[in-house]
């Protein structure tokens, strides 16, 4: 568990005890001096670092910014984040056969979906820096996200989406929050490709999970459900199981467990294995994990029902593949018909999420048959958006309206099967 750790020393670029360490070549350059999403002197990820890191006595308050002291600000442009269900599901549970099985679920978030709490922290950054441009490309949740943050900040927001692919409901959230909105004749990662391009041009402030404060503001996610965990239970959970895209949220996790570490607010053994699930269709990091590459290799051609995870080159990889590793977690394909199916299950204990959430629940039922996960194990599984975001998938997974004269008799027959 080497990689768990992390350095003490401070190094004099760091601003109010903050600043940004290249985990490729150790470099360390100041926040806030200049705008960098990546290392100046070998293009490799950023991580935030500090000085002081703390533990669970030092938090107060709701949300993501009760975790404040373990962040670059102390409050940001707030909707307000975080605080969101960590659900019990017991037929689920008792149906895939854990110990325990709770849902963090992040579909309740303001815009619906956990890009908000990189936002907030994402959003106050752009303004410290006092950039003019927010830019994301975007599966439509970070989309969404950004246009209500970049709307409340009263930034101008940019959003490029992979034309047709995107599903409804984010689409018209990024419209209704003022979003210049571009639709790309291309997928995701070639979105992507273009706003990185315009950013190093100065044209935009990136706010992809590329940036490294995002993953700040996703962090709590790791700090909120150990908390509401060891709140129910005592202990903390084993495992947690989450959709992979981009692989921000699995880099964020991570982070958040080694900055626990080091300040000795959890043992070792209270890591959760983290476990990352993808769409058959676009399986680039499980493709890594199962062969054992250090590497995650470009998947051109991407397909699958749960959009927001149609991403074949998940930028957070050298962040990711090292958490999934060093934790003593996995990684897992599901087909969409395990995706839907998995919708379907949440959507009987009340839990509405679309589809690239229900993949989380989908990889855990299939490692469990397959002997990976245990049955004495204490899970969580994050789900990352609302039931709403895709209004298509979720009638198409659900019983369809049946339609009835406008008479009281003949409904009463048509309930009774005549
Ligand atoms: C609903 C949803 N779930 C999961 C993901 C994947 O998260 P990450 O990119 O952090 O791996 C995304 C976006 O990428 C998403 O929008
Ligand atoms: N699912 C994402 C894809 C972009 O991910 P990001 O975390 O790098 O912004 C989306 O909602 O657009």
């Known amino acids: 568990m080497a990689e768990l750790e992390l350095t003490d020393d401070v190094p004099s670029v760091a601003d109010d005890g903050v600043w940004l360490t290249c985990i490729e070549c150790g470099e360390d350059f100041a926040p806030f001096d200049a705008i960098r999403y990546t290392c100046d002197e070998c293009d490799g990820l950023l991580e ?28 940001g442009v707030t909707l307000p984040e975080g605080h969101t269900p960590l659900h019990r599901v017991p037929r689920l549970e008792d149906d895939v056969g854990v110990s325990a099985l709770r849902i963090k679920h992040e579909g309740m978030n303001p815009t619906g979906s956990f890009k908000d709490r990189g936002m907030t922290v994402g959003v106050r950054v752009a303004q410290e820096l006092g950039v003019g441009r927010l830019a994301c490309a975007s599966t439509g949740n970070t989309s969404a996200a950004l246009a209500a943050y970049g709307a409340r900040a009263d930034l101008e927001t940019l959003v490029l989406l992979p034309a047709g692919k995107v599903a409804a409901g984010k689409v018209a959230q990024a419209s209704l929050h003022g979003a210049r909105i571009l639709e790309v004749d291309g997928n995701f990662d070639q979105c992507l490709d273009i706003v990185q391009d315009l950013a190093s041009r100065g044209e935009a402030y990136l706010l992809n999970s590329l940036n490294p404060f995002r993953l700040e503001g996703q962090k709590t996610i790791g700090l909120e459900f150990m908390e509401q965990f060891f709140a129910d239970y005592e202990t903390y959970p084993d495992r947690i199981v989450l959709p992979v895209g981009n692989a921000g949220n699995t880099a964020a996790l991570y982070k958040c467990f080694r900055e626990l570490r080091k300040a000795g607010a959890i043992e070792e053994g209270d890591v959760p294995k983290i476990t990352g699930v993808q769409a058959e269709g676009s399986a680039p990091m499980v493709e890594a994990v199962q062969e054992g590459n250090d590497e995650v290799r470009r998947w051109d051609e991407v397909e699958t029902i749960a959009t927001a995870i149609r991403i074949g080159n998940p930028v957070n990889a050298p962040k990711a593949l090292p958490g999934i590793r060093e934790t003593g977690g996995t990684a897992v394909a599901v087909s969409d018909e395990e995706i839907t199916s998995a919708q379907r299950d949440l959507a009987e204990e009340g839990v509405g999420v679309e589809p690239a959430s229900a993949a989380s629940v989908a990889g855990l039922r299939k490692l469990r048959e397959q002997g990976v996960v245990d049955s004495d194990e204490n899970v969580v599984c994050l789900t990352t958006g609302h039931l709403l975001k895709d209004p298509d998938a979720a009638a198409k997974a659900g019983v369809d309206p049946e339609p009835v004269p406008n008479d009281t008799d003949a409904v009463l027959d048509h309930l009774a099967g005549n």
């Open 48 to 75: 935030a670092r500090y000085a002081d890191l703390p533990t669970w006595d030092d938090f107060e308050g709701e949300g993501v910014w009760r975790y404040n002291a373990a962040l670059p600000f102390e409050e």
